[in-house]
């Protein structure tokens, strides 16, 4: 399964993005889904999940307040809303499917094959 993220691009401080994830060939509306991002020089971090009805959210502590995550099956897209963004934010950011929308599984970084990603920069 590969998903592609895109949306990305630059932003100052303070500003605002919003991010997409599709798919080929696959239909993400029995997946969970989670965002994820890569600074340079650093490891995958786990940004937020949500689950396949849309109904379950879940946040890391670092983006709480300032992410949005949510999803349209009929369009069979997820999406990442970004406000306040910080120079902290600049990353690659993509999205994976995961197993079970819950913390164990959401935070888990060790995927099988990262698709392709979207440059975020965040200039201050």
């Known amino acids: 399964v590969q998903l592609q993220a895109s949306g990305g691009g630059l932003v100052q401080a303070g500003g605002s993005l919003r991010l997409s994830c599709t798919a080929s060939g696959f239909t993400l509306d029995s997946s969970a889904i989670g965002w994820y991002r890569q600074a340079p020089g650093q490891a995958h971090e786990w940004i937020s999940c949500i689950s396949s009805s849309g109904t379950g959210l879940l946040y890391a502590n670092v983006v709480k307040g300032r992410f949005t995550i949510s999803r349209d099956n009929v369009k069979n897209t997820a999406y990442l809303r970004m406000d306040s963004l910080e120079a902290e934010d600049t990353a690659v950011y993509y999205c994976?499917?995961?197993?079970?929308?819950?913390?164990?599984?959401?935070?888990?970084?060790?995927?099988?094959?990262w698709g392709q990603g979207t440059q975020v920069t965040v200039s201050s």
């Open positions: 994976a499917t995961v197993t079970e929308p819950t913390p164990y599984y959401c935070s888990n970084t060790k995927k099988d094959y």
